[in-house]
């Protein structure tokens, strides 16, 4: 099993940055696809980015799409999602999750998922 815990979410301008974490514990998830979602009341939890194993394939959701990055410390057991010129639109909660085979796009692929952290920006 693997616990994940999502930190570094708050409350930003649109325009400023907020830089999100995702530990991991219980096992390694050094050789494993994280991803990370997000969701609002008034939608259903969306795909944002997502990062290989080696940190080398990525791949980000049209929306944030040149705003975002996602990477990956696998000697910490963290992966992180670097949210630059944020939007209001961007506002959820963010929830980071891996699956030991599944590396896709789908939520419903991945068995394990952290509590979320919230992201708040304002215009």
């Known amino acids: 099993q693997v616990q994940l815990v999502e930190s570094g979410g708050g409350l930003a301008q649109a325009g400023g940055s907020l830089k999100l974490s995702c530990t991991a514990s219980?096992?390694?998830?050094?050789?494993?696809?994280v991803a990370w979602f997000r969701q609002t009341p008034r939608k259903d939890r969306e795909f944002v980015a997502t990062?290989?194993?080696?940190?080398?394939?990525?791949y980000f959701a049209d929306s944030v799409t040149g705003r975002f990055t996602i990477s990956r410390d696998n000697a910490k057991n963290t992966v992180y999602l670097q949210m630059n010129n944020l939007k209001p639109e961007d506002t959820a909660v963010y929830f980071c999750?891996?699956?030991?085979?599944?590396?896709?796009?789908?939520?419903?692929?991945?068995?394990?998922w952290g509590q979320g952290t919230q992201v708040t920006v304002s215009s």
């Open positions: 990062i290989g194993w080696s940190g080398t394939s990525t």
């Open positions: 219980g096992r390694s998830i050094s050789t494993y696809t």
């Open positions: 999750a891996t699956d030991f085979q599944y590396g896709g796009w789908g939520a419903s692929g991945y068995a394990y």
